[in-house]
């Protein structure tokens, strides 16, 4: 059985486990993997799982003046493959209606890729249906390899549709983590059987259930104040804001602390809107963390709330691991009930989930849980049983399985 070359953005990536975590399960059942990361990681941590990883990395240049030298070589090598000429074809039909540096880097990418590809690659895996499906489709026709990808949120969501028919319509199989995105994909696709849905999963080994909490804090007392988390990146979409405006809401009388784990660029600002909304003091920005911190800071909380939205340029979650992991321990969750949260939090049931870019409804969910222990722990239960009975890694990598060609496994 011939390798899979697996194309990523960036690698590794503290933000992506969800990708760390397949490619390792792959792995263990037996496929050969090489990762072709688009650029170099730009974390100063990574996670103990990529340690685990066997594959390979190569790395493009991320940038092309920066190695003119090899880029120069491959598109000399490049110009000699039989598919050359019909990947050129397709890369200016695509650069008409796209004139940026993006997707002229993109094109000399592929042409590394293919020129340097090792011969026992015989698929392109590209995970995202943007910049990396552009790469791995343009070096498949190259190559005369086929290629598949994964699709998840914001690589559907921000892609013109033109862009996403005409990939569809070229690779192999597309699998995607939602329900919604795949109803979406199929709307675009050439057949109904081309887009299927697998969930991510998760890894229930490394998220062991936790052990009974001997505390649960009312609110009432400063001196064991409710913890409540949230894990993502400050982008536009994860809603901080808005969750900030939530917990300036909150009354005086409760006792809670605000935990915030994850970087992103819109950062500063929230510190300087949680000065703003007078609740600096009660908040622990922690930054980007490896997953055994993260993993401590869930087993460690009290309440867990994403308030996702959909982002002005149309980007949003998918499903997002971090609601996974969270019920995975227990975890009362508060969510909004933007894309496909609702595929897994079941209001009032697992959860509780409010409209998006509402502030007020956030708060009154929270204090509910705040004040009520006894619902957050049924919710916990619920939402592990949740997670542990339909969104098991095992279970959903089964499919990958069959589409690699790998049906044994350990």
């Known amino acids: 059985m011939s390798s899979i070359g697996f194309v990523l953005k960036g690698y590794p990536r503290l933000s992506e486990t969800f990708i760390a975590q397949e490619i390792l399960a792959l792995e263990q059942r037996g496929l050969g993997i090489r990762i072709i990361s688009l650029r170099h990681p730009t974390d100063v941590h990574y ?13 493009l240049p991320e940038y092309l003046h920066d190695e003119p030298a090899r880029v120069v070589r491959a598109y000399r090598f490049a110009c000699r493959l039989p598919g050359y000429k019909e990947a050129a074809r397709l890369w200016q039909r695509d650069l008409l209606r796209d004139f940026t540096r993006n997707r002229v880097r993109r094109f000399g990418q592929a042409c590394v890729l293919a020129a340097e590809l090792p011969k026992e690659i015989g698929q392109l895996h590209a995970h995202f ?3 990396p499906a552009s790469v791995a489709r343009y070096a498949s026709v190259m190559l ?15 892609s013109p549709q033109w862009e996403l028919r005409e990939k569809l319509a070229d690779c192999q199989w597309v ?36 052990d009974d909490k001997t505390h649960q804090p009312d609110g009432s007392s400063s ?16 809603g901080y804001d808005g969750l900030l405006k939530a917990l300036a809401r909150l009354p005086d009388n409760l006792q809670w602390r605000f935990v915030h784990i994850g970087g992103g660029r819109l950062i500063n600002k929230l510190k300087i809107l949680s000065r703003k909304l007078g609740i ?10 490896q997953q055994d911190r993260v993993l401590m800071a869930y087993r460690e909380a009290d309440i867990f709330v994403l308030n996702s939205l959909i982002a002005g340029d149309g980007d949003r979650d998918g499903l997002p691991n971090v609601l996974l992991e969270a019920q995975s321990q227990r975890l009362a969750c508060v969510a909004t009930d933007v894309s496909a949260i609702p595929e897994l939090i079941i209001d009032d049931d697992t959860g509780i989930l409010v409209p998006p870019d509402n502030p007020e ?14 619902l957050r722990q049924t919710f916990g239960i619920a939402g592990e049983q949740r997670v542990r009975n ?21």
């Open 129 to 131: 249906l943007h910049t």
């Open 361 to 374: 409804a956030l708060s009154q969910a929270i204090i509910k849980l705040i004040k009520e222990p006894v």
């Open 390 to 410: 339909s969104f098991a890694l095992e279970d959903c990598i089964d499919d990958l399985c069959d589409r690699f060609g790998i049906t044994g496994g350990d």
């Open 47 to 59: 996670h103990a799982i990529h340690e685990e990883i066997n594959a390979s990395v190569s790395y």
């Open 223 to 238: 001196q064991n104040p409710v913890t409540i988390l949230s894990v993502g990146r400050a982008v536009e979409k994860k």
């Open 175 to 210: 699998v995607t983590c939602t329900a919604a995105n795949a109803t979406y994909l199929s709307s675009l696709a050439p057949s109904k059987n081309l887009v299927s849905l697998v969930y991510h999963g998760l890894d229930l080994e490394r998220f062991a259930p936790p």
């Open 280 to 289: 600096e003091s009660r908040i622990d920005w922690r930054g980007p963390q």
């Open 144 to 158: 005369g390899l086929p290629w598949s990808c994964s699709a998840h949120a914001k690589d559907i969501y921000t």
